[in-house]
């Protein structure tokens, strides 16, 4: 008696064991989640009526690469670096002259200055020399700083102004 219970139990646990080695193999290496689906809907194990929402659109539109387990990876691109000419200057600007100003005024400074010598580095010495002077003047004066708007802002903030002033 003793011996036939022990062999059930042996035989009870390889069948669980192997059980949960199929059970397990079956979850995303066999294939995509849609082929299961697929394949249900085809044996019967699940109803037209009862399929997934997206089991239309995907079938529809299927991925131009299957997304299975054992696929390899795509290359990995390095992130170009995104730095524009004005962005280097203006973190030169904020680092060494004004943190907590618009640098609007002191780029158009910079551009100005560049079209007249063509050096970088002479151009953005002018335009700090030139940016602190008209600092110094508006500290001077009491004045508040304006930031310099765009052309199409401008316009439309001059057009504001000469309504007003015919209004009254």
Known sequence: MFYRFHRE????LIWIKLFMLMAGSRVEKL????????GLLRAGGMKWKDRPIWYDIYNAYPPEIEPLYFREEPPVNPIRPILYKEDIIRAKF??????RSHPEQFMKMYN???????????AFARAVEKF???????KRL????VVVPDDAAAQTHAAKH???????
């Not at 904020?94 to 943190?99: Q, S």
């Open 142 to 145: 009491g004045r508040p700083r």
């Open 9 to 12: 139990n042996i035989l009870l």
């Open 112 to 122: 100005t200055a560049l079209n007249e010598t063509g050096s970088d580095s002479e």
């Open 132 to 138: 602190r002077a008209v600092r110094k003047t508006e």
């Open 162 to 168: 000469t309504d007003i002033e015919n209004d009254i």
């Open 94 to 99: 904020a680092k060494e002259v004004d943190r």
């Open 31 to 38: 294939g995509t989640v849609f082929s299961r689906t697929r």
